[in-house]
């Protein structure tokens, strides 16, 4: 079973900028696409955005396109989002997401791993 484990969640000011870190347990986690969850207080979880394992094939919320960045460094084991422009909507607990598949998906039940999640909060 893959384990995954969430850092770099911060209270941070709008406008401000955060990376957030997914690191997978083991040497290697195979070819698995990933994503970034979030959910806020009173609110469903939403993918924010994901990758393919590859690197190649991106997905991104509308909210956060041309905000957040997500990426992967696989040889490291290790995925990110770098979060610019911080609004205060954006906070919420940030989970780290995987599945047995190359290709994202956008749906929740689709991904077979998760993280514990990371607390993001925007202060305004």
């Known amino acids: 079973q893959v384990q995954l484990v969430e850092s770099g969640g911060e209270l941070v000011q709008a406008g401000g900028s955060l990376r957030l870190s997914c690191a997978a347990s083991?040497?290697?986690?195979?070819?698995?696409?990933m994503g970034w969850f979030r959910q806020a207080p009173g609110k469903e979880r939403e993918l924010v955005a994901a990758?393919?394992?590859?690197?190649?094939?991106?997905y991104y919320a509308g909210s956060v396109k041309g905000r957040f960045t997500i990426s992967r460094h696989n040889a490291k084991n290790t995925m990110y989002l770098q979060m610019n422009s911080l609004r205060p909507e954006d906070t919420a607990v940030y989970y780290c997401?995987?599945?047995?598949?190359?290709?994202?998906?956008?749906?929740?039940?689709?991904?077979?791993?998760w993280g514990q999640g990371t607390q993001v909060t925007v202060s305004s």
């Open positions: 997401a995987a599945r047995k598949f190359s290709a994202w998906s956008i749906y929740t039940n689709a991904y077979d791993y």
């Open positions: 083991g040497r290697t986690i195979g070819s698995v696409a």
């Open positions: 990758i393919s394992w590859s690197g190649t094939s991106t």
